[in-house]
């Protein structure tokens, strides 16, 4: 209360007093940033905050065709820092996360379902099944019709890889929301 009775005192024109009364402005800032306690995130955290977003947005979002930008724009930063943090945290591009999470969701529904391939792409953000059905075999080194009778046959190997592959994608987000 003193320094602002002080700044009042001083509210003349004159060199002198614009020198004091900002010496004084300068001296009540400063008991203000001492009395408020900020909340220091660290870069990390932030960075975590970010990445979490847009992976909720994603597991939402999937089923449209959402892009890159739709997901950077959602969470309010640019798309090449959304790459970098997406890179840094989970190994991947944000459009690499989005594709597999997006074939990962096709695979579980062409085991437990018999909906047709283009049902499945459409569900899937995919518009067009052709394109669908070219990323899923980039993905999983077959076609979507051969991993659906592959994966029909029962307890195959593949099917426990496949298992696995979900398994530790699912931990891998999982872990992104423990932090």
């Given at each position: 209360?003193?320094i602002?009775?002080?700044?009042?005192?001083?509210?003349t024109f004159?060199?002198?007093?614009?020198?004091?009364?900002?010496g004084?402005?300068?001296?009540?800032?400063?008991?203000?940033?001492?009395?408020?306690?900020?909340?220091?995130?660290?870069?990390?955290?932030?960075a975590?905050?970010?990445v979490?977003?847009?992976?909720?947005?994603?597991?939402?979002?999937?089923?449209?065709?959402?892009?890159?930008?739709?997901v950077?724009?959602?969470?309010?930063?640019?798309?090449?820092?959304?790459?970098?943090?997406?890179?840094?945290?989970?190994?991947?591009?944000?459009?690499?996360?989005?594709?597999?999470f997006?074939?990962?969701?096709?695979?579980?529904?062409?085991?437990?379902?018999?909906l047709?391939?283009?049902?499945?792409?459409?569900?899937?953000?995919?518009h067009?099944?052709?394109?669908?059905?070219?990323?899923?075999?980039?993905?999983?080194?077959?076609?979507?019709?051969?991993?659906r009778?592959?994966?029909?046959?029962?307890?195959?190997?593949?099917?426990?890889e496949?298992?696995?592959?979900?398994?530790?994608?699912?931990?891998q987000?999982?872990?992104?929301?423990?932090?």
């Amino acid at each position: 209360y003193r320094i602002v009775k002080d700044m009042m005192e001083h509210n003349t024109f004159g060199l002198s007093n614009d020198l004091r009364r900002n010496g004084q402005l300068g001296i009540f800032m400063s008991v203000i940033a001492e009395g408020t306690e900020v909340d220091q995130k660290n870069e990390a955290d932030k960075a975590n905050t970010y990445v979490r977003k847009a992976v909720a947005f994603i597991q939402s979002n999937y089923c449209n065709p959402v892009k890159v930008t739709d997901v950077a724009d959602y969470v309010c930063i640019n798309r090449s820092y959304l790459y970098t943090l997406f890179q840094n945290s989970m190994g991947m591009s944000p459009q690499q996360f989005l594709t597999t999470f997006r074939i990962t969701k096709a695979t579980e529904l062409l085991q437990l379902t018999s909906l047709s391939i283009e049902s499945i792409a459409l569900s899937c953000g995919y518009h067009d099944p052709l394109v669908f059905t070219k990323a899923f075999k980039q993905m999983k080194k077959m076609s979507p019709t051969a991993y659906r009778r592959e994966m029909s046959k029962g307890e195959t190997r593949r099917n426990k890889e496949h298992l696995k592959q979900v398994e530790n994608f699912i931990n891998q987000i999982n872990s992104l929301n423990e932090t």
